[in-house]
């Protein structure tokens, strides 16, 4: 998407903020206006938010409406709701995961197949590998991560980085040096199997 965005924004910087903010953000673009699906959004607020003024976001949207295929792409377009922001306070964790492009589809795909072997129930899987962006992958579990499946987790080739978010916030802060966690609780288990191993 950021391609398309390129190649008719080139000479635009402006709107091409503006455009960007739109699709970042699931606002769709029809009848002149801006919805969050059949909800208007004002666009003195919009402009207020991006950063720029009301009459650039106009100028978008009236480039968005005159090119054709943008008008397609934007006047499709949805928020995704997600539970990842939401799940520690329900008591579930997200594990963020960071991977290399090249390896993508191998280490999701893996990733998956753990997590099933393990009988780990997933709530929701959320995960991108846009072109000019970072290739990432949010899974909502439902509970807590069993320890032996985090250890073969960050042996998966093609993971740069791992994000443990946990539901335990009233702990003492552990970093331990598998994943960046607010609060590990898997640091000693997973230190102690290294130890008998």
């Not at 499709?76 to 709701?81: A, E, H, R, T, V």
């Not at 329900?90 to 280490?107: C, Q, T």
């Amino acid at each position: 998407m950021m391609l398309i965005l390129d190649a008719y924004f080139k000479n635009f910087p402006a709107r091409r903020k503006v455009a960007e903010f739109l699709f970042e953000n699931g606002l769709s673009v029809r009848n002149s206006k801006i919805y969050l699906r059949n909800v208007e959004v004002p666009i003195s607020e919009l402009s207020r938010i991006i950063g720029v003024n009301r009459k650039i976001v106009y100028h978008t949207i009236e480039y968005i409406e005159k090119t054709y295929p943008l008008k397609m792409i934007f006047e499709k377009l949805n928020p995704l709701p997600s539970l990842i922001t939401m799940a520690p306070i329900m008591g579930w964790e997200v594990l963020e995961i960071e991977l290399e492009k090249a390896d993508y589809s191998f280490a999701l795909s893996e990733l998956l197949r753990y997590l099933h072997e393990s009988n780990v129930p997933i709530m929701e899987i959320f995960s991108r590998n846009l072109r000019q962006e970072d290739a990432k992958a949010y899974i909502v579990i439902d509970g807590t991560l069993p320890v032996d499946v985090f250890v073969k987790i960050k042996d998966i080739p093609g993971f740069k980085k791992l994000v443990l978010h946990t539901p335990e916030k009233s702990k003492e802060r552990v970093v331990c040096s598998y994943c960046e966690v607010k609060y590990c609780p898997k640091k000693v288990a997973v230190e102690g199997l290294n130890v008998k191993n």
